[in-house]
């Protein structure tokens, strides 16, 4: 893979994005065992989900999507 020590070369990516009237920064950085990203807003509680995991990316190695299927009902 494209890896620089722990973060890889297509690391930290800072997308934007519009929801309602509200203006969030959208994070998605990208590591050697996994990909994290924050939708902007502060955090209340975390859920676990045993799930499938695709990661879309462009040409140039880029991620453009990611789909997650939860494994359970």
Sequence with gaps: MYS???V??????DYSMN???????VEIREFDDGVYIS????P????S???NVQI???KD?????????YDEP
């Design 4 to 6: 620089l020590s722990n």
């Design 8 to 13: 890889s070369s297509s690391a930290d990516l």
């Design 19 to 25: 929801m309602s009237s509200n203006f969030y920064q």
């Design 39 to 42: 939708f902007g807003g502060e």
């Design 44 to 47: 209340f509680n975390a859920e």
């Design 49 to 51: 989900h045993d799930a």
């Design 56 to 58: 879309w990316r462009d």
């Design 61 to 69: 190695g880029r991620i453009v999507a990611i789909d997650i299927f």
